[in-house]
């Protein structure tokens, strides 16, 4: 008997790991070699790919998008006593670096449409903070759920304050905005490829920029600051933060199949709107003029009268892992004492809003067994 429902009788999950078998050869490579420590040739080989698959001329490999972002408010100098700005609607991630730096986040609502960043709010309080002599150090964006934000128009309005720009762009890999990949303008950008992102290397992730310095100041960091000489000197501390070998092996064959990946989310993406767009009060979250997202997970969110949390744990009963969108920093206990800017849109996203099973694996029966059963709840709320 099988244990769900489901058409395979397993449990559909939101983005599990998507392996497509061209990442054992290079799997296979590092055992040959022996070279399976955080250093060595398949480390630069992943980088080269991975620029070479974004555009960006400069990357580092790491251990996570945490310590990417971290390194990034290292590199920029942001210390003690710093303000750095960022959106409350995101992972927690995308905010904890900030802290770790002794600095003070700042958090701002999101864009009612585009649920990125709320940039209008961005350029109502960069002119206040600088007549108070209290511009922040850095501002952070987020692509969300692989919508690209407009880097474009967020540097335009920090350039002239002297404020440098972090892209989180650890959901956005193979996502796009005017020809140029997520992160791309900002002045540099963290990725992730956690076990449920949309290329995966088990966990790790990647700092990327223009800027050669800055990213080999940051490879220089994640080995623990070790400077070129025949023994251990240390001119400033570092992290051990460097990707392993083994996961940027695996970080290869992903990316060979990167473009598929991407496709196929967006094909799953069209399924849903197909089968659900045309239920009052429901919408979904739609691509900015100009993008092409990765639609790392499909998202929408609810009418009124629906509670998000409610529909989530009916799915459970039919064996479909879904779940509410992120709820807002400035709501969790953690960072109670967060500055916070907005209009409660992301509050009012978080209690209707939900993400929906979207990995790339998931075949037509489960796609329509999802919609059916997200349409069977809905008739019984």
Avoid at 19 to 46: C, H, K, Q, W
Avoid at 214 to 231: D, F, G, I, K, T
Avoid at 361 to 376: K, N, P, Q, Y
């Amino acid at each position: 008997m099988s244990a769900f429902p489901t058409p395979s009788g397993e449990r559909i999950l939101l983005s599990p790991p998507h392996m497509s078998g061209r990442e054992r050869p290079y799997v296979d490579e590092v055992f040959e070699t022996n070279f399976v420590a955080p250093a060595g040739p398949m480390l630069a080989r992943f980088e080269q790919m991975f620029c070479e698959a974004t555009g960006f001329p400069h990357a580092v490999a790491v251990a996570s998008g945490t310590a990417a972002i971290h390194l990034a408010l290292r590199c920029l100098g942001v210390g003690p006593g710093d303000k750095v700005w960022a959106p409350t609607f995101t992972f927690i991630a995308s905010i904890a670096p900030i802290t770790y730096q002794g600095a003070q986040p700042v958090l701002f609502d999101c864009d009612p449409e585009n649920w990125t960043l709320d940039l209008d709010l961005v350029a109502e309080e960069l002119p206040k903070a600088a007549a108070r002599n209290d511009l922040p150090k850095a501002i952070i964006a987020v692509d969300l759920y692989g919508q690209p934000c407009d880097y474009d128009r967020l540097r335009a309005l920090a350039d002239p304050y002297g404020v440098p720009v972090i892209a989180d762009a650890a959901e956005a890999v193979g996502s796009f905005l005017h020809g140029q990949h997520a992160g791309r303008g900002a002045t540099c950008a963290a990725f992730s490829f956690n076990g449920n992102k949309i290329l995966t290397t088990g966990g790790g992730g990647l700092l990327a920029s223009e800027d050669k310095v800055l990213v080999e100041h940051a490879r220089n960091l994640s080995q623990q600051a070790r400077q070129p000489v025949p023994y251990y000197e240390h001119n400033e501390i570092g992290y051990n933060y460097r990707m392993s070998a083994l996961n940027a092996a695996v970080g290869c064959g992903q990316l060979e199949v990167l473009e598929e990946r991407v496709a196929r989310r967006r094909e799953i993406f069209e399924a849903y709107r197909q089968g659900l767009g045309n239920q009052a009060g429901v919408k979904f979250l739609e691509e900015i003029s100009g993008a092409r997202a990765n639609r790392w997970l499909t998202v929408l969110t609810l009418p009124e009268e629906l509670d998000s949390a409610s529909i989530v744990a009916e799915l459970d009963r039919y064996g479909i892992e879904a779940r509410q969108l992120w709820k807002p920093m400035h709501c969790q206990k953690a960072l109670a004492d967060a500055p916070y800017i907005g209009r409660n849109v992301a509050e009012s996203l978080f209690k209707c809003g939900i993400c929906l099973p979207s990995g790339s694996a998931m075949v037509e029966d489960e796609i329509r067994f999802v919609i059916e059963a997200i349409l069977s709840v809905w008739n019984k709320a």
